[in-house]
């Protein structure tokens, strides 16, 4: 869901080669969702091994990240700790959108609509305890940096990119890094390289948003930003205050101007309704639970683990050597650079 700015928000395309030398700061869950989501068949049917387990994300983690990784990216994952009790509200709203998501497959099913089977099968992704373990594990075999937060994964992220100048990007498709004060958030960066439109094939490139244009576009500052992804809806408050997209909610924000006499405005204007604490919610988002003071280590690449990993879901044993191969010819290239 997250937060619902991104048509007043500007973004530039970027290359894959701006990235070299970069180190990114991965939202895993939102990263693992969109494996989840988007590695399936036409008619929605995910990746699965011979034992029918799902096997998707396995797939995005290996070829995307090491496409990646050849191109000179390191990477960090942060993964989410425990979620604030606030979003137990959008939790319930997931969950029931997955059983009607759902029932929406089970009908479209019963008529072989294939494009309906794809579209609500996307709907209805889970990402449980044996997922989070093994995207863990093939990822430290990878070479792949992990860091465990003790709340949500993008505030985490957020921190350690606004915190630390060596870290360059949050990836994220969320806008809510920005709240969390994100310097920079690179979005599409694990999507597949191409997507199917009605037109055919379009290929598809990293967009990047910096936190400081963001603000002096709007003309707004950080706790303004943060008011106006109140009033258009975050993950603690999903439906905002009905009746205010974006673009009226900055003309709000930008108006009154301090949160407490936006938020009054809200209150004392008939045409609005507010079933939700702001203020609690503000200070969630403005001090949220994170670790300060994170070890970050960069594990050495262990070809025979990730080769266990996958084999062990029915991957293709030549395809994983043919990737492999790549990571030497990588390590090669490196060492005689050293040399020179």
């Known amino acids: 869901m ?32 969109q494996f ?3 590695i399936r068949q036409r008619d929605g049917t995910p990746l699965m091994d011979d034992q029918g387990e799902i096997t998707s994300h396995l797939s995005g983690l290996f070829y995307r990240n090491l496409n990646l990784i050849l191109n000179g990216v390191k990477l960090i994952y942060v993964f989410d700790g425990e979620a604030p009790d606030l979003k137990k509200t959008t939790k319930g709203l997931r969950e029931d959108a997955k059983i009607r998501a759902r029932q929406k497959y089970q009908e479209a099913e019963s008529i072989q609509d294939i494009d309906a089977m794809g579209k609500y099968s996307k709907r209805n992704v889970n ?19 992990i860091v465990q937060a003790p709340g949500e994964g993008e505030a985490q992220a957020s921190y350690l990119v606004n915190k630390n100048s060596e870290f360059y990007a949050v990836a994220s498709q969320d806008y809510d890094c920005l709240m969390f004060r994100a310097t920079k958030v690179i979005q599409n960066l694990s999507l597949a390289r191409k997507k199917r439109t009605i037109y055919g094939f379009k290929e598809v490139f990293p967009q990047i948003i910096h ?3 963001v603000l002096r576009e709007l003309e707004i500052n950080q706790e303004q930003l943060i008011c106006l992804g109140i009033l258009c809806g975050t993950d603690y408050n999903p439906s905002g205050i009905k009746g205010l997209g974006p673009k009226k909610s900055l003309k709000l924000v930008r108006e009154f101007k301090t949160k407490e006499k936006i938020f009054e405005e809200i209150e004392n204007n ?26 970050i280590e960069f594990p050495k690449i262990n070809k025979e683990k990730i080769k266990e990993i996958l084999l062990k879901h029915d991957f293709a044993e030549e395809r994983i050597e043919n990737q492999l191969k790549k990571l030497d010819e990588l390590k090669k290239k490196k060492a005689q650079k050293t040399l020179f």
Request: charge should be negative; aromatic fraction near 8%.
């Open 127 to 145: 990402l449980n305890d044996i997922k989070i373990k093994e995207s863990k594990e093939l990822l430290k075999a990878m070479g792949i940096a």
């Open 36 to 38: 989840l989501t988007t």
């Open 270 to 295: 008939e045409r609005y309704e507010m079933n939700f604490d702001w203020k609690e919610i503000y200070e969630e988002i403005n001090n949220p639970k994170i670790e300060k003071n994170v070890s």
């Open 2 to 33: 997250g937060l619902q700015i991104g048509e007043i928000i500007s973004k530039k395309e970027i290359s894959f080669k701006d990235l070299k030398n970069k180190i990114i700061v991965v939202d895993a869950f939102n990263t693992l969702y």
């Open 211 to 213: 936190l400081d244009n």
